[in-house]
């Protein structure tokens, strides 16, 4: 991981999304003297930590035998989160992806065990200074919501309007996603030539007029070549050029 922080930051990032899921690098795996080392790296590297991404499978947030560790990790991830968060210039977030009240309404009993941990999630989120952000196409409120395009798109979604529509009830946007849904059906890089379904030019406008002002993730999750794909999200995003290094891995944050 040391390696890879300081790829992103030769490249111009200056704020990193921890990918909790992956092996190795779970928050509740690393302890005191693992969290040091990451503080340590993040300074050397003058990287902030944005936040923290956990991603669960949304089946597991419907079943009683998985919920609990769910939540654990979810739990885990905020206060990972909140140890690190010193240097962040904006207040860290935890995204994630909730079932959809739909899939909720469904699974019945245990639609209703998992609004009841959301709730008990998104407040201790709360007290350590942590929103908890849900990546679901038309997240209900009130948590803090992001919109991942790719996501968006697969439902045949605008994200634009996504982002500008007025649905009643929305929490506050936190996380907006740099990643398009390529037309061979693959996550990938924004803007690829001949490739590309998501109007970059489009989401940038609307993301001035509704005063969107924390920076975006480039999200590398499922890419070819992340390091390449991380390198063009930086010129294609900000409009300058910047070299790929050899190697690099996770989800960062420009």
Not at 124 to 146: E, F, M, Q
Not at 159 to 164: G, W
Request: aromatic residues 4%; hydrophobic residues 45%; charged residues 25%.
């Amino acid at each position: 991981m040391r390696d890879a922080l300081q790829a992103i930051a030769a490249m111009g990032y200056r704020q990193v999304q921890w990918p909790a899921t992956l092996e190795g690098l779970r928050p509740r795996d690393l302890d005191a003297t693992a969290r040091r080392g990451v503080r340590s790296d993040l300074v050397r590297t003058e990287l902030a930590l944005a936040g923290v991404d956990v991603w669960i499978p949304t089946g597991h947030l419907l079943e009683r035998e998985t919920l609990d560790r769910a939540v654990g990790a979810l739990i885990a991830a905020i206060e990972f989160a909140a140890a690190l968060a010193g240097r962040s210039p904006t207040r860290p977030v935890v995204s994630t992806q909730f079932p959809t009240i739909a899939e909720r309404t469904a699974a019945g009993n245990a639609g209703a065990a998992l609004a009841e941990a959301i709730a008990a999630v998104a407040s201790i989120g709360d007290r350590h200074g942590i929103d908890v952000v849900d990546h679901a196409v038309g997240a209900p409120g009130p948590l803090a919501w992001g919109l991942d395009p790719v996501l968006a798109i697969a439902a045949s979604r605008d994200p634009v309007q996504l982002l500008v529509a007025a649905e009643p009830g929305r929490g506050r946007l936190r996380s907006v996603r740099l990643a398009d849904l390529m037309r061979s059906g693959l996550r990938g890089p924004i803007g690829e030539p001949g490739d590309a379904r998501l109007d970059v030019t489009a989401l940038q406008a609307a993301l001035d007029v509704i005063g969107f002002d924390d920076p975006p993730v480039a999200d590398a999750r499922q890419w070819r070549d992340p390091a390449a794909g991380l390198a063009r999200t930086v010129e294609r995003w900000c409009g300058r050029p910047i070299a790929a290094p050899s190697r690099t891995t996770g989800k960062e944050k420009g």
